[in-house]
């Protein structure tokens, strides 16, 4: 059973920057995907990034941007803390919302890794508030 904990949100002036975590506790599969959805009030909620990792003799990773936040956020996995960070510096008051990360045990490669129905666990979010 996979556990995720986000960790790190906060309220920053625009242009600042923030990181955000997510613990990953518990077996991954030797395929999956992780990523850092967000939700703001009165809004759907919406990839942000991903990065979608197989492991093995040739181990690959794939990581994705939603095309508001490129060239702003990276996502970064920390092996020896077993977290998924995403780094968001240039912030917009856009980008307040809840931020949460989600596990796929799927390959959601490509595309498909905006595709919310393929996550199956969720952490319980971390607000970033970013004031103009």
């Known amino acids: 059973q996979v556990h995720l904990v986000e960790s790190g949100g906060g309220s920053v002036q625009a242009g600042g920057s923030l990181r955000v975590s997510c613990g990953v506790r518990?077996?991954?599969?030797?395929?999956?995907?992780i990523a850092w959805f967000r939700q703001a009030a009165g809004k759907e909620r919406e990839g942000v990034a991903g990065?979608?990792?197989?492991?093995?003799?040739?181990?690959?990773?794939?990581?994705y941007y939603a095309d508001s936040v490129k060239g702003r956020f990276t996502i970064a996995q920390d092996n020896a803390e077993n977290t998924v960070d995403l780094l968001m510096t240039g912030l917009k008051p856009e980008d307040t919302a809840m931020y949460y990360c989600?596990?796929?045990?799927?390959?959601?490669?490509?595309?498909?890794?905006?595709?919310?129905?393929?996550?199956?666990?969720w952490g319980q979010g971390t607000q970033v508030t970013v004031s103009s």
């Open positions: 518990g077996n991954t599969n030797r395929i999956h995907c």
């Open positions: 990065i979608c990792l197989s492991a093995g003799a040739t181990s690959t990773t794939a990581i």
């Open positions: 989600a596990y796929s045990p799927s390959p959601a490669y490509g595309g498909r890794w905006i595709v919310q129905s393929l996550y199956t666990v």
